[in-house]
């Protein structure tokens, strides 16, 4: 039998996309075609959604959908289902998803994802005549909010079993009390077991409290999230449900992510054809404004944020070039990282280029032109550049935490010698765990020959969905009996 899921996010490669969230759900439904499930995607429709999601057709209207009028639209993505929920009064707004023009959230986030949930919940219960799901499968606090609404749905409803995927246990989607009774949901869910969260109403509380099955990103992750250093005062809960809680780790999504075919590449390659990888090489100096030469070069594309452990890079650029290396870093965030990476370049003309903004082709270029990627999170649910990275030949070297800690193996003495490794590791972030790992790998690139072979065992690890695919369609099996 079929399993029809409706998986239900804020954002979706390639309509809209901040973080590796968008990839992860872009990349389900192929994941998941082969394991007799049919995945249909939800999300809200923002300008750019509606301006490129193709032809879309109206499949359903609320009067008053929290409170404003609202279509849903279904077209498709891939060539996979998709639905668009259309609610202009809610998110025909430009700039950032998230956050207004001065960077702050926008004030009805609480709206506009309720709204988003409840349209979710609708699907999963029979409210939109001629669509039937067996399971609602919600990503982050933006969705969190469905399976509490499918726990509230008319008792003569069919309802969908409900799966909660926590992709950043940071962001909890925590709001004032006062919006509990614009929510549409009972007044005694206020407590303890419901979506009351530091007296606040917790979105990706009250969904991991409601939901049937909780998944996070890797099983590191899904372990550290019961610790308070990770688990952002939903530790306890984490432990009260754990035995519907598993880490499945995020694949890669072959179609966009392969060096063989990359349109984002100066020169395509393979394993076999690494010697291509010269060209791209060339390609990120210019493009960066780096002195050419035959050193390595480090790359990050990333959010300029703590979590990742920006500052702590900021303050270890001027020893990585000490040491002949040099850097080319892509990201945005923090303003005042922003800064510092601006002044760093400044610095260092020719050593350190910094490109500040988003730039997906751009991405692309780094990970097949530059030698290594640096990526020292202070926690990181699965992380996806290190994937990329892997895939494209260019070294990891990454933090000791979270998916970080199961998608790569660190190239110490026992792994060169059993021929295992594929990146560097280090534990606990700090200017001298992060510089002495840039020395190691400095080191290593300088044997040709033995950072060549830990590139080519990088490509041909396993960083595909196959695996992960078959354990959602596990999980959704479980929930199913079936
Ligand atoms: P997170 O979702 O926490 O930011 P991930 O590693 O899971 O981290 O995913 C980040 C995604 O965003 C990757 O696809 C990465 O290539 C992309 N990305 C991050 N910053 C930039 C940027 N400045 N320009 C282009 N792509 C970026
Ligand atoms: C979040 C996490 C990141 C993960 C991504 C996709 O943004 O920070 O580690 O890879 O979600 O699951």
Redesign the pocket.
């Known amino acids: 039998m079929t399993i029809r899921v409706l998986s239900v996010a804020s954002e979706v490669y390639p309509l809209v996309k901040t ?3 968008a ?2 759900v872009g990349a389900l439904p192929g994941a998941l075609a082969g394991h007799g499930v049919e995945l249909t995607t939800l999300i809200p429709g923002y300008p750019q959604v509606l301006a490129s999601a193709g032809k879309l057709r109206v499949v359903h209207r609320w009067p008053a959908l929290l409170g404003t009028t609202a279509r849903l639209l279904a077209g498709k993505i891939d060539g996979y289902p998709l639905f668009v929920l259309d609610a202009p009064g809610l998110l025909a707004r430009d700039g950032n998803i998230y956050t207004d023009a001065g960077g702050k959230d926008w004030h009805d986030n609480w709206r506009r994802f309720a709204a988003l949930a409840r349209a979710a919940a609708d699907l999963g219960s029979g409210g939109v005549t001629g669509y039937t799901f067996d399971i609602v499968h919600a990503h982050d606090w933006q969705a969190a909010l469905a399976p509490v609404y499918l726990r509230h749905a008319p008792v003569s409803a069919t309802v969908a079993r409900s799966i909660v995927t926590i ?2 246990m940071a962001f909890s989607g925590w709001f004032d009390p006062g919006i509990l009774p614009w929510l549409g949901l009972p007044d005694d869910l206020f407590t303890l077991d419901g979506v009351e969260f530091f007296g606040g109403v917790g979105y990706l509380k009250g969904g991991m409290q409601a939901a049937d099955a909780i998944t996070t ?1 890797s099983p590191s992750y899904a372990q550290e999230i019961l610790t308070p250093e990770f688990g952002m005062g939903l530790e306890g809960l984490v432990a009260a449900r754990r035995d519907r809680v598993s880490g499945i780790v ?1 694949g890669i999504d072959p179609a966009i992510w392969d060096p063989a075919s990359d349109a984002a590449l100066s020169a395509r390659y393979t394993e076999r054809t690494l010697g291509r990888r010269e060209a791209n090489k060339r390609a990120v100096e210019t493009r960066f404004a780096l002195e050419p030469d035959d050193g390595p070069i480090f790359t990050v594309v990333s959010r300029l944020t703590w ?1 990742k452990g920006m500052d702590v890079l900021a303050e270890c650029v001027d020893d990585l070039v000490a040491k002949g290396a040099r850097l080319a870093l892509l990201g945005s965030g923090d303003v005042v990282l922003e800064e510092a990476f601006r002044l760093a370049a400044d610095r260092h003309p020719g050593r350190i280029g910094v490109m500040i903004g988003y730039d997906e082709a751009v991405s692309h270029l780094l990970q097949g032109g530059a030698d290594a990627i640096l990526i020292p999170s202070r926690f ?5 550049t290190q994937l990329y990275g892997l895939a494209y030949g260019c070294v990891p070297v990454v933090a000791r935490t ?2 970080l800690n199961d998608t790569i193996i660190d190239a110490n003495e026992a792994a060169l010698a059993a021929g295992v490794a594929t990146g560097f590791q280090f534990a606990g972030v700090s200017r001298d765990t992060l510089t002495a790992a840039i020395a190691r790998a400095v080191r290593l690139y300088a044997d040709r020959a033995a950072w060549t072979t830990m590139q080519k065992r990088g490509m041909r690890s396993d960083f595909s969905w196959e695996r992960s695919g078959l354990r959602y369609a596990q999980v959704y099996r479980k929930l199913l009996n079936t």
């Open positions: 973080g590796g969230l990839d992860v992709h950043n990103v995020n979590q990181e649910p699965c992380g996806l979270g998916g």
